[in-house]
């Protein structure tokens, strides 16, 4: 069994920062790739960055060069510092992890998600 636990949303002004976290626990073997995504009401959910196990990075075009997704291997946990938040940032934000079980098994698991509200 596999958890996803997320922390790190809340409410922000215009132009704060914040730091998004995902750890994954259980019976994990590896973790191939890692990523947030983000669904504002009425939209569709969308990536905003992930990251493999290669260290390969991607960032969607709304974000690029305001967001910065890490990632720790010996503790199988994401990070996502977001910097310049604008309104439009503000989305439920999920955890997204692609990873091998010690039985040899892949699966896809998502967090809970987590708000975040940035306020003009």
């Known amino acids: 069994q596999v958890q996803l636990v997320e922390s790190g949303g809340g409410l922000v002004q215009a132009g704060g920062s914040l730091r998004l976290s995902c750890e994954a626990s259980g019976s994990i073997l590896s973790i191939n790739r890692m990523a947030w995504y983000r669904e504002a009401p009425g939209k569709q959910r969308e990536l905003v960055a992930d990251?493999?196990?290669?260290?390969?990075?991607n960032y969607g075009d709304s974000v690029k060069g305001r967001f910065t997704i890490s990632r720790d291997n010996a503790k199988n946990t994401v990070d996502l510092h977001a910097y310049d938040l604008k309104p439009e940032d503000t989305a439920v934000y999920y955890c997204?992890?692609?990873?091998?079980?010690?039985?040899?098994?892949?699966?896809?698991?998502w967090g809970q998600g987590t708000q975040v509200t940035v306020s003009s």
């Open positions: 997204n992890v692609a990873l091998t079980t010690r039985w040899g098994e892949s699966f896809d698991y």
């Open positions: 990251i493999f196990s290669t260290g390969n990075r």
